[in-house]
């Protein structure tokens, strides 16, 4: 395969996010299902990078030309828990490059569903009493009012990642 960005997930709004920044340079974007071989929920900005790392390496061994990891946590600060996310981008070369996006506080509701051991997306579907929350608008969506999606969210990420691809590599 040539001019593959493969995504280390199937999430909907993951692929939005890359292929906004991709679809216009020629490559092709797939959602390959890979393990972060992180926890379901990451707890720190530390495991969300390695998820992130870990989803991008896998996802250029499925025959992608670059495979870009999206990984989103929570990270607890000394005024409470803030959402974060982190995206990685390898190549066939060997390269790989990091970068982090914004971080929200979350409402001490969300946070101690959290901290009790339950997945972000499944106490937000609770708390919105609606389905797949993380594969549309995500928490930030819910938190912003609607003013940044997650994809949104994650496009600057993923920017970031291709700038710093396109400045050491060409």
């Not at 990270?75 to 995206?87: F, K, R, S, V």
């Not at 928490?139 to 969210?153: L, P």
Request: proline share 1%; aromatic share 8%; hydrophobic share 40%.
């Amino acid at each position: 395969m040539s001019n593959v960005c493969g995504v280390g997930s199937g999430n909907k709004a993951k692929i939005q996010a890359v292929s906004a920044v991709f679809s216009d340079k020629g490559y092709r974007i797939y959602g390959y299902e890979v393990d972060s071989a992180v926890s379901a929920q990451p707890f720190s900005e530390e495991e969300t990078k390695a998820g992130a790392e870990t989803r991008a390496q896998a996802v250029v061994k499925k025959e992608a030309d670059i495979g870009i990891g999206l990984e989103g946590g929570v990270t607890e600060m000394e005024d409470g828990l803030y959402l974060c996310n982190w995206g990685a981008l390898a190549d066939t070369q060997g390269n790989i490059f990091t970068a982090a996006g914004a971080k929200i506080r979350l409402p001490e509701e969300i946070a101690e569903g959290l901290r009790a051991g339950k997945e972000l997306k499944t106490v937000m579907d609770l708390y919105t009493d609606r389905h797949d929350v993380s594969q549309n608008e995500g928490a930030v969506g819910i938190f912003t009012d609607g003013i940044i999606s997650r994809a949104d969210m994650f496009t600057h990420t993923v920017q970031l990642l291709y700038g710093q691809w396109r400045f050491y590599t060409t």
